[in-house]
């Protein structure tokens, strides 16, 4: 599969519709891709409603051919995302990037794998939320029902391509996506094959869709569109986030970066705060479930061993002035500054701070935290339960890894996000979130008296 022109670059699909000259306000598409994107949500409208009557039967048998499909042309879609990595590295893209860009032939088969675990999950669609007889004799139930249109803006993630659309198919949707230049190729190849199965399996195959081909007006449209895209979820870093949130007029479930922290407390036991503080932040750093601040106790006497085992592991600290005291031998560190508390890094760096107590730490996470994910590593049970009480991110953990802030970790299948916001979606976002609620009312010719 070939990937056209105006798929080569941010510049170029801005160009496309111009004759070689970028648009003066990017905020306004050309007709011409404003139609297209209309006509083509318009045809995912269509096929939702057909997606919205499929049994779960019928979706789960899509899911596992979707799997299969996808290990059967590994090779392809390999290819495929080796021209999108090759273009990464002479772009000057980074590590992290680079790292959630690549699929590998392991990679492939965990997509299949979340795909056979989404098909084993129940279906939330027509399950009921509450119901009861009134006094009338009405009989009434609110139950679950697709969204109908879902978009997706996301970057560098291919996963998500198939994690998304793996989603929208369970819970009965149909998704339009938006992957961006950096996966063009991989994106492509991996819609083809999806929409190859969906059409042999009896669904629509306009089911899943992409506009990639309209590049970043394509991506303006579709945050516009409202009356034909139902919800908006970005997927990527603060700058796309920010970007759909303040532009977009249809709903959007805000997915939000991930300055997550892990507070080392008093109590804590050696091994357990070594373990879970390096898996939280060298497993995947590239992840937004990835520890970025470390917080350690002033009465701890962990603090060395915790410096030490990072810098092995060749994370680069950036730690407050007690912390720079503290270094261990052969262990160094830049001196943080409000900058290092608040960056994402998705790297092997890590802010490293000591607290006074059980409030700084608080106090430090309320000022810093984005609200993804914060853990406390203690052996104290009031210790906990205060954190897990006052820490108001979308997941609190106790002694274990952030990176368990995940739809597949936590038994909920693939996750179309993160949500940071509190709507009706907070945390990895699995089948129920993609899914809304109407009332059905039965009567025997009631009437309002």
């Known amino acids: 599969m070939t990937v056209s022109a105006e798929k080569t670059s941010e510049a170029t699909s801005n160009t496309?519709?111009?004759?070689?000259?970028?648009?003066?306000?990017?905020?306004?598409?050309?007709?011409?891709?404003?139609?297209?994107?209309?006509?083509?949500?318009?045809?995912?409208?269509?096929?939702?409603?057909?997606?919205?009557?499929?049994?779960?039967?019928?979706?789960?048998?899509?899911l596992l051919a979707i799997g299969e499909a996808l290990v059967q042309n590994q090779?392809?879609?390999?290819?495929?995302?080796?021209?999108?990595?090759?273009?990464?590295?002479?772009?000057?893209?980074?590590?992290?990037?680079?790292?959630?860009?690549?699929?590998?032939?392991?990679?492939?088969?965990?997509?299949a794998t979340a795909l056979e675990n989404l098909a084993s999950l129940p279906d939330p669609v027509g399950t009921i939320v509450r119901g009861q007889t009134l006094p009338n004799g009405l009989r009434m139930r609110q139950v679950h029902v697709p969204m109908g249109v879902v978009a997706a803006i996301y970057e560098a993630r291919p996963n998500v391509t198939v994690d998304i659309a793996g989603l929208a198919i369970k819970s009965g949707n149909a998704v339009i996506l938006r992957g961006g230049s950096a996966a063009a190729n991989t994106n492509e190849t991996l819609v083809a094959i999806i929409r190859d199965v969906l059409d042999k399996t009896g669904f629509p195959s306009d089911a899943v869709q992409s506009v990639d081909a309209y590049g970043r007006e394509g991506a303006n449209v579709l945050m516009k569109a409202r009356g034909r895209v139902d919800v908006l979820i970005p997927r990527g870093g603060r700058s796309l986030i920010q970007t759909v949130v303040n532009n977009a007029s249809v709903p959007v479930i805000e997915t939000g970066e991930g300055n997550v922290h892990v507070y080392v407390d008093e109590t804590a036991v050696e091994e357990m705060a070594v373990e879970i503080v390096l898996n939280a932040k060298t497993h995947r750093p590239s992840v937004c479930n990835a520890a970025e601040t470390l917080l350690v106790h002033k009465d701890s006497t962990l603090l060395p061993q915790l410096l030490s085992a990072l810098a092995k592991a060749g994370v680069r600290l950036h730690a407050d002035e007690r912390v720079m005291s503290a270094l261990p031998d052969g262990v160094s560190a830049d001196l943080a500054t409000d900058e290092d508390w608040a960056t994402e890094y998705m790297d092997l760096e890590m802010a490293v701070g000591v607290v006074d107590s059980m409030d700084d730490a608080i106090s430090h996470i309320r000022t810093w935290s984005t609200g993804h994910t914060e853990a406390i590593v203690t052996n104290s049970l009031s210790n906990s339960e205060r954190f897990t009480s006052e820490i108001d991110s979308a997941a609190v953990i106790v002694n274990a890894s952030t990176r368990f802030t995940d739809g597949a970790e936590l038994g909920l299948g693939a996750e179309v996000g993160i949500s940071t916001q509190k709507m009706h979606a907070r945390g990895p976002m699995g089948l129920p979130e993609l899914t809304t609620t109407k009332w059905i009312v039965n009567g025997d010719g009631q009437i309002k008296p």
């Not at 011409?32 to 049994?55: C, G, K, P, Q, Y």
């Open 16 to 62: 496309a519709s111009t004759g070689g000259a970028a648009p003066a306000d990017p905020a306004a598409p050309s007709t011409e891709v404003t139609e297209a994107v209309h006509a083509l949500a318009d045809r995912a409208r269509t096929a939702s409603r057909r997606m919205a009557r499929a049994n779960r039967g019928w979706k789960d048998r899509a």
């Open 75 to 111: 090779e392809t879609i390999l290819r495929a995302n080796a021209l999108d990595v090759e273009a990464g590295e002479k772009n000057g893209t980074g590590k992290a990037l680079l790292d959630r860009l690549t699929l590998t032939a392991d990679r492939i088969a965990g997509l």
